[in-house]
């Protein structure tokens, strides 16, 4: 069994700054493309960014472009959402997520259902 934990979330004023992490539980997920997506209160979850498995390749919703910087560290098993400039709208439960059908690949995809491990999600609240 494959599972994702992530950490980080908070509540944190606009303007201010939060870094996600989201460990995995083992070493096989380092050769897939990994995201971060993000539910907003009574909405669908949403694509955020996506990095594919050496950390070459990145995506990012246009939302969060030049605000949210997504990497990885294989040696650690851990992908990482460094998010700046946070504004209210950012309000969300967060969750990473690998897509194991692009393993050692350069490409990333942002359909929700192209990926299939997920982890429980953390919460990040945005105070105006």
């Known amino acids: 069994q494959v599972h994702l934990v992530e950490s980080g979330g908070g509540l944190v004023q606009a303007g201010g700054s939060l870094r996600l992490s989201c460990a995995a539980s083992k070493p096989t997920l380092t050769t897939y493309p990994m995201g971060w997506f993000r539910q907003p209160p009574g909405k669908e979850r949403e694509f955020v960014a996506a990095v594919n498995w050496s950390g070459a390749s990145t995506k990012y919703a246009d939302s969060v472009k030049g605000r949210f910087t997504i990497s990885r560290d294989n040696a650690k098993n851990t992908v990482y959402l460094q998010m700046n400039s946070l504004k209210p709208d950012d309000t969300a439960v967060y969750y990473c997520?690998?897509?194991?059908?692009?393993?050692?690949?350069?490409?990333?995809?942002?359909?929700?259902?192209?990926?299939?491990?997920w982890g429980q999600g953390t919460q990040v609240t945005v105070s105006s």
């Open positions: 997520a690998a897509d194991s059908s692009l393993a050692y690949n350069m490409w990333v995809r942002v359909g929700r259902s192209d990926y299939d491990y």
